[in-house]
């Protein structure tokens, strides 16, 4: 059966303070994996898609990574306005369109 | 101007009465879903539709049934609600079934049912 874990469950952070979220996935045919960041009393908002092993992409503090079993969300020097749950999806070569998600990292970040 | 609008924002009704949910994407995607989101903030699919053609209906009770006039809209209504039907439900669109990166959600209809 397809599973996406995340953890930790939630992380507070200081400011300036870099860590890194977790996303495992067991998918057989993995498509793409996803990072999402979601606010309170919002909608999920797209961050990354990674298609393949050894890939990277960055966007201002985040950084994704992906490897065959898992990806991780580096997050460098956070600032407050980072606080946050991040979801991690991945979609397999056979379910067309379908993402499954995990249950998500609350990122906390004080100043 | 908001790319995936869902209305309403809040709901809270009995038990036992019908609702729905409505949504509209203005991106010109081809592809729409309806996702549920429970307390634990896990977000599971519900339905997915494609042109006007239902393409993903998940494990969902009867109860639900998704309607899609034209493919920008797709809305959601539900009968004789329950107790555990209370969640936040999320509606979101794609390009189409392949280029589905960066899913665009709309902000969550939150249902309470008392």
């Known amino acids: 059966e397809d599973q996406v874990t995340q953890s930790p469950e939630a992380l507070r952070l200081q400011e300036g303070e870099s860590s890194s979220l977790n996303c495992s996935y067991t998918?057989?045919?993995?498509?793409?994996l996803f990072w999402y960041r979601q606010d309170p009393g919002k909608g999920p908002e797209f961050l990354f898609t990674l298609y393949s092993a050894g890939e990277e992409k960055e966007k201002e503090r985040l950084k994704a990574t992906l490897t065959k079993k898992e990806s991780f969300l580096h997050i460098t020097a956070p600032k407050p306005e980072d606080s946050a749950t991040y979801l991690c999806a991945v979609q397999k070569e056979t379910s067309g369109s379908r993402l499954t998600f995990g249950e998500g990292t609350q990122l906390t970040v004080n100043p | 101007d908001t790319a995936v609008s869902q209305t309403p924002k809040y709901l809270v009704t009995q038990m036992g009465n019908d609702k729905s949910i409505k949504c509209e994407q203005n991106l010109g995607h081809d592809t729409m879903y309806w996702y549920k989101q429970d307390s634990k903030k896990f977000l599971k699919i519900m339905f997915s539709y494609n042109n006007k053609e239902l393409i993903i209906n998940e494990t969902v009770p009867n109860r639900f049934s998704p309607k899609s006039p034209d493919k920008a809209h797709l809305n959601l209504h539900i009968n004789s609600l329950e107790l555990g039907d209370s969640a936040v439900y999320f509606c979101?669109?794609?390009?189409?079934?392949?280029?589905?990166?960066?899913?665009?959600f709309g902000s969550g209809t939150r249902l309470t049912v008392v």
């Open positions: 979101a669109s794609s390009q189409d079934v392949l280029r589905t990166y960066g899913y665009t």
């Open positions: 998918v057989s045919g993995l498509r793409g």
